[in-house]
């Protein structure tokens, strides 16, 4: 059992390594709309300790963002303000336990995850190259 979920982490760490930074966006998007959701179901089953390690994630994922933008471009400004947003509503909900915070936010996540996505297929359609080991 050890040695399969070793090499299942191999695997997914060379996965990322190979990927574009549109596509490792993309996986970021994914894992934050992931952990919202089981953060809402979980807040709403009381767990909340495990609904705090979901938003956690969810926190330290749009920290990074934030951390990586390239501030020489204009939308970096709009980024930063939307992500420091939804970390605000992230805190609300950990705070009140009101999950109408966090679902507000996952429609936006969608969003911008399917504009990172249109983006980076432009972006491969361009230059010829194929898509990364997630088929994105």
Request: glycine share 6%; hydrophobic share 35%; charged share 25%.
């Amino acid at each position: 059992m050890y040695e399969s979920s070793s090499l299942i982490e191999k695997y997914q760490e060379q996965a990322i390594k190979t990927m574009s930074r549109g596509e490792l966006v993309i996986r970021l998007y994914d894992e934050v709309i992931k952990n919202l959701k089981y953060a809402s179901i979980l807040f709403q089953q009381n767990n909340v300790p495990a609904a705090k390690k979901c938003t956690g994630k969810c926190k330290d994922i749009l920290n990074y963002l934030i951390a990586v933008l390239d501030r020489k471009y204009n939308l970096s400004d709009t980024l930063n303000k939307l992500y420091s947003y939804m970390l605000g509503q992230i805190i609300q909900t950990n705070v009140t336990g009101d999950t109408s915070h966090i679902e507000g936010i996952v429609p936006k996540l969608q969003e911008l995850r399917e504009a990172w996505a249109e983006a980076e297929k432009n972006v491969r359609s361009k230059s010829g190259a194929k898509p990364g080991p997630r088929g994105n």
